[in-house]
């Protein structure tokens, strides 16, 4: 069953997904300080923006940008505040992180320097992809070519995938892109990864976020429901109280007496009903902000905010 999200569930989901999106562009960036090779769309990007001289940011957003065009045609559904932020972030953070890399690590490589970037980077990438992914929030345009034509040309996702890979890593080969054992790795190989970091990270972040929605919406359904049981819990004892103690003085009251006990009857009924009054407004108030959270969640809902996207690595 689809589930509506409030914003402040969204807001960290967001933050997941852009989290995941930097570890992962970090972690590319680790592959290319290692020259082991980038994941095949990035080589790609990589060797044509270099051949038409211009930045890989720049290149990447824009070949993103024709990409969702596509997805928006085809199926909106997976389209997402998760698919805006990899499509405009990732080729500025990866051409970032390299220089950053660059200036800390200089381009002195060995065999121990390769590996150890190979290993961090395939980490760092897969981990990041998990996030990102984890997060709902839609996915990257490359990563929404393959299910989509699974789905009109009625073929199995992974089929579809593995040309997809294939035929990028032999642009990127061709135009002369950073294309090595890496690029193998993280177009083949990834999968386990991603379902270790998916168990161990991912899926507790999205149940720590869900459960910090619910809990507090549950605190404050429950703080709710312990003031209205005690206040009733208090106005019925208070009353039993009274009217045994009227029961068992009344004979002795003198008519003065009387008309001093009516005063100060009135007097509590009056204290009485302005508190139930300012209950009633406060409950009016509550139930009227749920609904308008309802109503928001609803048009969230219907839009792509909240649609699950499927696991496309």
């Known amino acids: 069953m689809k589930k509506n999200h409030s914003v402040f569930n969204i807001a960290w989901r967001t933050v997941m997904s852009f989290l995941g999106i930097t570890i992962l562009s970090l972690g590319t960036a680790f592959l290319r300080g290692g020259q082991v090779g980038l994941d095949p769309f ?17 290149y990447q957003m824009l070949v993103n940008a024709v990409i969702f065009i596509f997805i928006l045609v085809l199926d909106r559904h997976k389209i997402g505040i998760g698919t ?5 972030l990732v080729g500025f953070e990866v051409q970032w992180f390299i220089a950053l890399y660059q200036q800390l690590f200089g381009n002195h490589l060995n065999i121990i320097v390769i590996i150890s970037n190979l290993i961090i980077g395939l980490i760092l990438f897969t981990l990041g992809a998990s996030m990102y992914m984890g997060a709902e929030l839609g996915v990257a345009p490359y990563d929404a070519i393959a299910p989509i034509l699974s789905d009109h040309f009625h073929t199995q ?30 177009a083949f190989f990834t999968g386990p990864l ?16 869900d459960g910090v929605e619910d809990l ?98």
């Open 194 to 209: 991603i379902t270790y970091w998916d168990n161990h990270v991912s899926l507790p972040m999205r149940r720590a976020i």
């Open 157 to 186: 996702y992974r089929t579809i995938r593995i040309v997809q890979d294939i035929l990028f890593m032999l642009v990127a080969f061709l135009i002369g892109g950073p294309v090595g054992v890496g690029t193998v790795i993280v």
């Open 42 to 58: 990035t080589a790609t990007n990589t060797g044509i923006s270099g051949y038409l001289n211009l930045s890989l940011g720049v």
């Open 84 to 88: 805006l932020l990899n499509m405009v």
């Open 216 to 313: 507090s919406a549950g605190r404050r359904v429950a703080n709710l429901l312990t003031r209205f049981g005690k206040s009733s819990y208090n106005l019925v004892t208070q009353s039993y109280e009274l009217t045994n103690l009227m029961q068992r003085r009344l004979s002795q009251y003198s008519p003065k007496d009387i008309e001093d006990q009516l005063k100060i009857t009135r007097r509590n009924m009056e204290i009485a009903k302005a508190s139930y009054q300012s209950s009633e407004r406060r409950y009016d108030m509550l139930r009227g902000e749920l609904q308008r959270r309802k109503n928001a969640a609803a048009q969230q809902g219907s839009g792509p905010l909240a649609v699950k996207t499927q696991d496309n690595k």
